[in-house]
C-alpha cells in the first residue's frame, strides 16, 4: 500500500505549498495528482491534490520485486533511479535469461504489471522503464544500427524499405534517427500489434 497525502487551496500553488510545508520534502520529491472541485454558487472553486513521496514509490517497487523473486525462486537485485518524474529500474541476476524470456517477452510482462500495480496504487500513469542487464539499451543499439544501414540503402536507391513491427517506443527511436539524414522521412502504418514503420526517400 502507497501512502498518500491530500489537501486543498483556493489556487494549485496553494495546495502545495500545503503539501510540501507537511511532509517537509521538496516538490520535485513528489508525484502530484490533482483535481479542481467546481463551487457552488456563493463558492468559489477549491483546488485539492493528492501527493505521494517519489521514496514511498521507489519502496514499493522494490517490495514487488522482492515478492517477484521469492515467488520465482530467483535472487534479483534492483537498482532504482528517479530522472525528473520517470523511473528507472534496473534488474540484475544469475537467472537473466530466464526474466528476459524469449524475445523479452517476460521482461516486457514484467513491466507491464508493473506499471498496472502502480496505476491502481495511485490513480496515476507513473512513467517508468525497467531493464534488465541493459537488455533493452543493447537491444536498442542492435536496432539503431539496422535502421541507419536501411536508411543508407534508401537513400541509394530511392526505394522506400518498410521496417518489422515495433512497439511505440521503437517507432519513435526509429522516427528521431531517420530525421537526422536529409531527403529521408517516415511514416507509420498499420494497427497494432503490427504498426511498422515505413522510411521513404523524398527530394529536396
Do not use: W
Request: with cysteine; glycine share 4%; aromatic share 6%.
Amino acid at each position: 500500500m502507497i501512502m498518500s497525502y491530500s489537501y486543498e487551496g483556493k489556487t494549485k500553488e496553494e495546495a502545495i505549498e500545503k503539501c510540501i510545508n507537511d511532509l517537509n520534502v521538496e516538490e520535485n520529491e513528489l508525484y502530484i495528482k490533482e483535481n479542481i472541485q467546481e463551487g457552488g454558487l456563493f463558492k468559489s472553486k477549491k483546488y485539492q491534490i493528492t501527493c505521494y513521496k517519489k521514496q514511498d514509490i521507489i519502496d514499493y517497487i522494490k517490495k514487488y520485486i522482492k515478492n517477484i523473486s521469492d515467488g520465482m525462486k530467483i535472487d534479483i537485485k534492483a537498482e532504482i533511479k528517479t530522472i525528473n518524474d520517470s523511473i528507472n529500474i534496473i534488474l540484475v541476476s544469475d537467472k537473466n535469461p530466464i526474466l528476459i524470456g524469449k524475445e523479452g517477452k517476460t521482461l516486457k510482462s514484467l513491466e507491464i504489471l508493473l506499471r498496472q500495480s502502480l496505476k491502481v496504487q495511485t490513480g496515476m500513469s507513473i512513467k517508468l522503464n525497467l531493464d534488465i542487464s541493459n537488455y533493452k539499451a543493447k537491444k536498442v543499439k542492435n536496432m539503431q544500427y539496422q535502421v541507419k544501414q536501411i536508411a543508407k540503402d534508401v537513400l541509394k536507391s530511392h526505394v522506400e524499405a518498410k521496417l518489422d513491427p515495433m512497439n511505440s517506443y521503437e517507432r519513435r527511436i526509429v522516427h528521431t534517427l531517420i530525421s537526422e539524414f536529409d531527403n529521408l522521412c517516415t511514416e507509420s502504418v498499420g494497427e497494432e500489434p503490427n504498426r511498422c514503420v515505413v522510411i521513404k526517400y523524398k527530394e529536396d
